[in-house]
């Protein structure tokens, strides 16, 4: 069940230039189902801004009520977001959406888990529970330089990690896709810009391949028809998915992208 | 004491608080947080003759104390809100209203005389005003003389009163009111959205698919309250008020402005409990401000006792 | 490297920024944060003929994201804004827009021909759009045909080039600046206020003393944004943009809509060193945008290379 | 000069029912001309509520620059202000506007100091200020209820100190005008709602009075003509005054209240 809830804040810490890891506890956790699931957090008491935050939930913790969430610094919300510190609270709504499958694989088979920038957070989470279930687990994260890395040791210790900046400051310089080409699999798990959702549908469509969409949102419980998406298999036209309470994940090929 | 009854053309509602028509759905995703029956009345997604997409995403934007929406009526066809929406709503001891949406006169036609013979379905609501669809629509919300014939031709065939949905987008807003009065209109509905934009600092192009989208929130409730304050003492028609109410005391301010019953839009949006918390709030701010019911409030910014007969329980 | 430098009809301006009508006064309070030079130009106060007390108080009153005001063109008169509020600014190497206001054509005609006299009075600006003057007013704001003439009859008499500002309480906003555009306007202002109104919880009466009231700040920002959108493309004087501008993101959001120049109202109040933070921080987006000049954004939102001619240095 | 400044909070106290006293720390103590300025507050970074507030300045010390405030939670500004702590930092314009004149009484006179409710913090200041000039101070402070009385003990300090209660709860039941009739003072300085106002300018139009008016502002400074009040004696119909830059303080009978 999904709840709204005024969570205090347990930890706020800048991990890499503008993006924050923040934890709170919450009676929620309780509710979480899948990796890749997220929440909606309204980041001032006031009107502004007026809107919810979509953010994924990067990891829980159900015993001790918590659970944590690492976002960008962007625009109006995550700035004010990231004044927060410990004590206060937030108002979370959540957890919203449909997340990674992790019955997808099984304890013999390899899954590679993709990230960019800001779509790394939610594999963390999918990764952990994956290694939990005895599977082989290979991270592939793309940054755009240096000052943008983070958690790679913290994926290190669950497995293989490969990390790529776009300008080569750091790791192996290209896109996730360059490095790709040389890893074996059988399941891909990947979260991050629409561009490399893309091309990870284009290149392997053979695959299992499951993405994490974005979309901009009013409601995040799908009672608002703002982030819908269509479906690849639509001959009447008019047939739809909705990113934040079908999604945010869909098998590839589901929806266009 | 019952403070909170009210009742208006073909609608006898608990209180006078409704989601507005497009935030709620089909109340299906609210119903996970409150028992819908709590509700005065349900103002559902509007409805078209045929299954809409609607338009292409981005389909909102932030902006101050607002938002913009272009979801360009989306909805399932008034096939499957007559055989899945409506039957599901009907668990709940909850009026619906059904906001009703077309291109051309014959569709509005067709969805009303169809959809106003669910059973649970208590009154119309006529979207003349919805900004973010290309075709039809405009004049119908903009051309008094418009308004009027589709009004007209609605009210024939509609088994239950017939609420008018007013634009803001307009000169002369009585113009309308009184034309839609004329058209035999049961009672209106207003504001709908202010046409608005906004434009992407990296791009510079529009942060909606559409361009354009329909202005909603605390905003625009200012413009809402002047338009519903001429409307309803050039009218003799009840008002559903509706444009940035958050809280109890938005909802009181309307009932002051002229409106006999109130919707909530985007609120529901920032807080999915908004309109439960508002119907427990209201009783208390009513009783602090001395009104034994709520009706005792409507118009006192116009009309000294605020209060007409019809719409009291 | 001047990234800022514009030039519109009657205005070489070191930059697009200026101080809105009814905002700033004369200058003088202002004078007392920042040398008044700074500024790209200065709306002076809407002058009458007459000098006029303007509406009882309240005036303001605060909305989300927003204020209404009432304040009833309150000016000292043609004859004190000639004799010593115009001759007072003078000391500033500043071009001043001075606005014009009335109730009947003659008393536009006669401001305008006086006030356009004044050295330092580079532009006028056309004020057919106050909403918070009972007489007059309306039609001129709100009719095209009689905005065109009233434009045509000013152009007669003035000697500096005219702007007219737009009201946007109005159905069809391009039809409003065609209109004004074929009776000789050199430029367009716009937007005026929306009209809205605001009740006071504990009386229901209007918190206005004139009842309803001009809509100003950033919640009116969407609305400006899409008409200039759409007046843009549609004539082909240049646009000065104004509503809820605060920031120089705001600026470069009204350039892609269209506008040459931006007025800056509501937000000195809140911050009276506002306009020059502004000046101070535009250059730096600017660079950080990829832009070599602020002229380069205009447009963009339609155009792809968002830049016109004329007003280029 | 009036300036913009960020000052930190020093200390916030609440006391009296919804009374909170709050201290600053500010260079722009050094710009106060006068008992009865004001300053004008950005309650908040963001957009809600959008406008400054104009409060009184209630006391102030030049040396240690910070000034103190005393103010009734409202509405939404002032509701914000009471929520904040030591150390966060208000966004205060000021000082504005013309207060008392002390210069009005010589060191011989009494002066009598009328407040009502709210009204009462300028007077605290200009009190202060009496005091050390050597004249001889009446304080009659009016408020709703017992809840409501604040001050009585520092007013008490500088001089004799009449308390009111509408409803009788605390010190002499009735309005502040009740207990005046048995004073003898050369001067009134008053603050308070406007009914006060108007009942002091009818009654002792024979005493040198000055009335302290309070008007919805939107700049503060005089530019915006919010604030206008019309002269008494206005010949042409348009003349005024602006109570943000002419006043709060007016001799009776100069504007109309
Ligand atoms: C399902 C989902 C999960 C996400 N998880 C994360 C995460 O774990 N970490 C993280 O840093 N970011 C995440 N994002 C993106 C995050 O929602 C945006 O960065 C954030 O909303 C920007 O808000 P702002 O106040 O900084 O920007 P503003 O520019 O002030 O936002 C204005 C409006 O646009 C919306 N918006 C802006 N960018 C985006 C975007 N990329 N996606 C959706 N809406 C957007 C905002 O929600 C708001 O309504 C996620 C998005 C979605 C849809
Ligand atoms: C010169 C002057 C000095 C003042 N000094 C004090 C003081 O020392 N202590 C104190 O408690 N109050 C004082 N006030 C009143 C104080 O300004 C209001 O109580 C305050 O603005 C209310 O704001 P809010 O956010 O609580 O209410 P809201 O209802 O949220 O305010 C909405 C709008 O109305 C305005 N407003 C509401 N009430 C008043 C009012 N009484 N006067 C002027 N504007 C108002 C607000 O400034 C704001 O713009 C003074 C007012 C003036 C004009
Ligand atoms: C996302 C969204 C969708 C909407 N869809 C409809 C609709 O289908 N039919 C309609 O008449 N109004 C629609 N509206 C307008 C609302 O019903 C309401 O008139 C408006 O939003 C003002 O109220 P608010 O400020 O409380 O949101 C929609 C508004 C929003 C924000
Ligand atoms: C207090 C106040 C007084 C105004 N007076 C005038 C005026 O005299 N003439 C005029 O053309 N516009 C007047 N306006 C409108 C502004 O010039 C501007 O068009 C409008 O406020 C929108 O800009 P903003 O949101 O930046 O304030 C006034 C606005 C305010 C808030
Ligand atoms: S955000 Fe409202 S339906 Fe998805
Ligand atoms: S508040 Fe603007 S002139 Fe006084």
């Known amino acids: 069940m999904i709840q709204k809830e005024f969570c205090p804040i347990i930890s ?23 990796p890749g699931q997220f929440v909606h957090i309204k980041a001032a008491n006031a009107l502004d801004p007026l809107l919810r935050r979509p953010i994924s939930i990067s990891s829980f913790d159900q015993e001790n009520e918590q659970f944590t969430m690492i976002y960008r610094k962007e625009g109006r919300g995550t700035s004010l977001l990231a004044k927060m510190e410990p004590g206060m609270e937030l108002d979370i709504l959540g957890p919203l959406g449909n997340g990674f499958p992790i019955e997808e694989v099984s304890s013999e088979e390899t899954a590679l888990l993709v990230g960019g920038g800001i779509g790394v957070p939610p594999l963390f989470e999918l ?3 994956l290694v939990a279930k005895g599977v082989n687990v290979i991270h592939v994260l793309g940054f755009q330089t240096e000052s943008a890395v983070f958690y790679e040791q913290e994926f290190l210790k669950n497995g293989e990690t490969y990390v790529t900046t776009v300008d080569g400051t750091y790791g192996i310089q290209g896109f996730v896709t ?35 969409l974005e979309e901009r949102m009013g409601c995040g419980i799908g009672a608002c028809f703002a982030c819908v998406c269509r479906l690849a298999d639509d001959p009447s036209g008019v047939s739809y998915k909705k990113v934040c309470s079908d999604g945010p994940v869909f098998r590839a090929g589901e929806v266009l992208i | 004491m019952n403070r909170l009854h009210v009742e208006l053309p073909g609608l006898k509602l608990k209180n006078p608080i409704m989601p507005a028509s497009g935030c709620f759905g089909f109340g299906r995703e609210y119903s996970q947080f409150y028992d ?3 509700l005065g009345a349900i103002m559902i997604k509007a409805t078209t003759v045929e299954p809409r997409f609607g338009n292409p995403t981005p389909r909102v934007a932030e902006t101050d104390a607002g938002m913009l929406n272009a979801i360009g009526l989306q909805n399932p066809g008034l096939k499957k809100v007559i055989s899945e929406e409506l039957p599901w709503l009907s668990q709940y001891d909850v009026p619906i209203i059904a906001n009703v949406a077309g291109s051309l006169e014959e569709d ?24 973010n669809v290309k075709t039809g629509g405009i004049a119908f919300g903009t051309i008094p003389e418009v308004a009027k014939q589709l009004t ?40 709908n959205t202010l046409v608005g934009m906004r434009l992407d600092l990296k791009t510079g192009k529009p942060i909606l698919a559409n361009i354009t989208g329909g202005l909603s929130g605390p905003a625009i409730k200012p413009v809402a309250i002047r338009m519903i304050y001429e409307v309803s003492q050039a009218v003799s028609i009840p008002i559903i008020g509706m444009g940035g109410v958050q809280s109890a005391e938005d909802v009181i301010e309307y009932f002051y402005a002229g409106a006999s019953a109130v919707a909530v839009g985007t609120a529901n949006f920032v807080d999915p409990l908004v309109c439960p918390t508002i119907i427990e ?3 208390v701010l009513l009783k602090k401000l001395g009104f034994e019911h709520i009706s005792e409030c409507r118009g006192r910014s116009w009309n000294q006792h605020g209060q007409l007969a019809y719409h009291r329980a």
């Open chain 2, 152 to 191: 007209r031709k609605v009210k024939e065939v509609s088994r239950v009163p017939v609420y008018v949905k007013l634009s803001p987008n307009v000169t002369n807003i009585v113009e309308m009111a009184k034309a839609v009065e004329d058209g035999g209109a049961d009672g209106l509905t207003m504001i």
């Open chain 1, 12 to 34: 706020q810490t800048e991990i890499a230039e503008d993006i924050f890891e923040l934890t709170v506890k919450a009676c929620l956790v309780s509710q979480i189902k899948q």
């Open chain 2, 108 to 131: 509005y036609v067709s969805v009303a005389r169809e959809i106003s013979k669910a059973g649970n379905v208590h009154a119309l609501e006529l979207n003349i005003s919805c900004p």
């Open chain 2, 281 to 283: 709030e209201l009783p």
């Open chain 2, 36 to 38: 819908l029956s709590k």
């Open chain 1, 127 to 129: 990764s952990k529970q």
């Open chain 1, 178 to 212: 360059d490095v790709m080409g040389n890893l074996r699999f059988e399941c891909i798990y990947a979260c991050g810009p629409t561009s490399m959702l893309k091309a990870l549908e284009q290149h392997y469509s053979d695959k299992k391949l499951f993405l994490s």
